[in-house]
């Protein structure tokens, strides 16, 4: 399984995607996001399902990044190209993956800005090849294990949140999936765009450099709840206690 969350706020995008490859009993590591920069244009894909097909579609869309690249002159227009790799090697592998069982699974976040642009955007691709555009009303999209993360996320993110707060929430999205489910692990890849820059920082956190903030974070979690109001409560204790044994 993979953990990838991008995010868009108004001052720039953030994503985090996590590196645990699993394979029956074998478990190894490995980078889920690729990051493509040339004068102006910047962007980045995340994906996830299976490795193979990742690394097939990427390695085809690389290819055409360093043929094509200065015909793109808007992000669309590059997850369109990145969709028709996928779509290719649909052709090429999905019947014999799923002969064996398997789904052809590939989706992906792609986000950037290139040159004519007025602002950043974020994409998520199906592994039809079509795709979504992320807006305002729900700035981030989360593909793999993404069912831990999301409260988080809805109750805490806006498109108004700042840029380090974005990483902040994503990072406590992500340490909510890994706690519950042990598909998802360190090291963490995270990039961070800032609005109209061209150009994409990329840092990798170890489990070493964050145990700190998980362990304040569960301690804060469980003071909040020891802090709750309990007068809801009294009236079903109260028919608890009025229970003779």
Known sequence: MT?????????GLVAIADTRLTSGTEVSSNRKISVHEVEN???????????????????????????????????????????????????????????????????AIVGGQLEDDDEHKLFLLYP?????????????KIIGNSGY???????????????????????????????????VDYPLDVVVYPKDSFHMTEYRLEKDDMDEVSHQWSALLSNSVRKLPTYWMDPIFDKVRSVKH
């Not at 953990?3 to 001052?11: E, F, R, T």
Request: net charge neutral; with cysteine; charged share 25%.
């Open 3 to 11: 953990y990838c969350l991008g995010i868009k706020v108004a001052s």
């Open 41 to 107: 244009h910047s962007l980045f894909i995340m994906t996830s399902g299976l490795r193979s097909v990742r690394d097939k579609a990427i390695t085809y869309f690389k290819e055409v990044l360093a043929e094509q690249d200065r015909s793109f002159n808007k992000l669309y227009k590059a997850v369109n190209a990145f969709g028709e790799q996928v779509k290719r090697v649909a052709q090429e592998d999905k019947a014999s993956i799923m002969a064996n069982g398997l789904n052809f699974n590939l989706n």
């Open 128 to 140: 039809e090849g079509n795709w979504v555009e992320v807006d305002q009303g729900a700035p981030f």
């Open 149 to 183: 993360g999301k409260p988080l996320l809805f109750r805490n993110l806006s498109y108004d949140t700042s840029l380090p707060d974005a990483l902040k929430i994503g990072f406590l999205a992500f340490d909510a999936t890994r706690v519950s489910a042990n598909d």
